[in-house]
């Protein structure tokens, strides 16, 4: 038999035999062919971010009438001019930024409004960080209620607590009647209308604000680290400075941008505190608006106010790249 009617018989399938299907080897397709279109997504998951875009409506709709629109309209009216009588002409032009810019006035109320949140922030930091510290370590079974007791003032409105505060302050207040009574001071001191009262003031407010943010921010804090340490052979301050205070860094930076960003806003404690000579950003944009009536100016402040913002969050952001680039490393820190 000739070897190509042998090769034939050996490959002959007999009639009527089925080959599976999964044993015809698949056809390729032609070099070039463009690539099979994508499943369509399934129903559940288009329902699903239908479901999620409902949900956010209302909160996206209410930040843009109540943020979005408003600060749009302060942009805008920063760039109108204003002229007497409280009429404001409406153009486009950077003469307010000029007058507002070229005064030493509004210049030095920046300087003390930077000042003054410097001070509430550095003031506030060190008071509530003990309190935060005792708080996070402590197991004791009153810890719930030392927490709800260390925030209690929130409970209180901050323009109570600023009269409080005036009574306290005051020449007749508290302190120096307590102090000329034992004869420790002849005349009373002044702790009220000045820049001393409204740090001494703000810093018990902000407190609860700063407690709550370092708390939340001590997660790294281990106990087992600081007896480590100390079986090692390192002292409480070694172990306070190589251990602790790094932990809870991040806790720190958090609350001081909380703090140092109300401080920046406040109007009621500089306004009634400082007995009308303790000029920030928030009291003379509110003068310019209500009683000046000058509302491009007020309008140029409020945007040298949001500058401040930004620059503050800037430095907040870049001091906690460094920090993560220091203790997890850079590689970390960039992911």
């Known amino acids: 038999m000739p070897a190509e009617t042998h090769e034939a018989a ?16 698949p ?5 070039g062919a463009p690539a099979p279109a994508p499943a369509a997504a399934s129903p559940r998951r288009s329902g699903t971010a239908r479901l999620a875009l409902a ?4 909160g996206l709709l209410a930040l843009l009438l109540t943020y979005a629109l408003p600060l749009v309209w302060v942009v805008r009216m920063s760039f109108n001019e204003s002229m007497d009588g409280g009429l404001i002409r409406q153009t486009f032009s950077l003469a307010t930024f000029g007058e507002v810019l070229s005064s030493s006035h509004y ?8 000042e003054l949140g410097v001070l509430v922030t550095v003031f506030t930091l060190l008071v509530s960080y003990p309190v935060a510290l005792f708080l996070a370590r402590t197991t004791s079974r009153w810890r719930s209620l030392l927490v709800a007791l260390a925030i209690a003032p929130l409970l209180i409105s901050s323009v109570a607590r600023t009269f409080g505060w005036m009574a306290i302050l005051g020449s007749q207040g508290v302190i120096n009647k307590t102090l000329t009574g034992i004869g420790a001071i002849d005349s009373p001191l002044h702790l009220a209308n000045n820049l001393t009262g409204v740090v001494i003031a703000s810093t018990e407010i902000y407190m609860p604000f700063a407690i709550l943010a370092m708390i ?17 052979g390192a002292p409480r301050r070694t172990v306070f ?10 806790g720190v930076l958090t609350a001081a941008l909380l703090v140092f960003v109300l401080s920046l806003s406040g109007y ?7 007995g009308g000579r303790v000029f920030v950003l928030a009291t003379e ?5 209500i009683t000046s009536l000058d509302w491009p100016v007020a309008a140029v402040l409020s945007m040298l106010l949001l500058a401040v913002f930004g620059v503050v969050i800037a430095v907040y952001l870049w001091a906690q790249r460094a920090l993560e680039a220091r203790f997890t490393g850079p590689r970390e820190a960039r992911s």
């Open 10 to 25: 050996k490959t002959h399938v007999p009639t009527g035999t089925h080959i599976p299907a999964e044993t015809h080897a």
């Open 27 to 31: 056809a390729k397709s032609p070099v």
């Open 55 to 58: 949900l956010l409506l209302p």
């Open 107 to 114: 210049w030095n109320v920046i300087g003390q409004t930077v």
């Open 216 to 232: 939340s921010g001590f997660g790294r804090l281990d106990p087992a680290l600081e007896h480590a340490a100390a079986s090692l």
């Open 241 to 250: 400075r190589r251990v602790v205070l790094p932990l809870t860094l991040p």
């Open 268 to 274: 009621v404690t500089p306004r009634l505190i400082g």
């Open 285 to 289: 944009i509110y003068d310019e608006a």
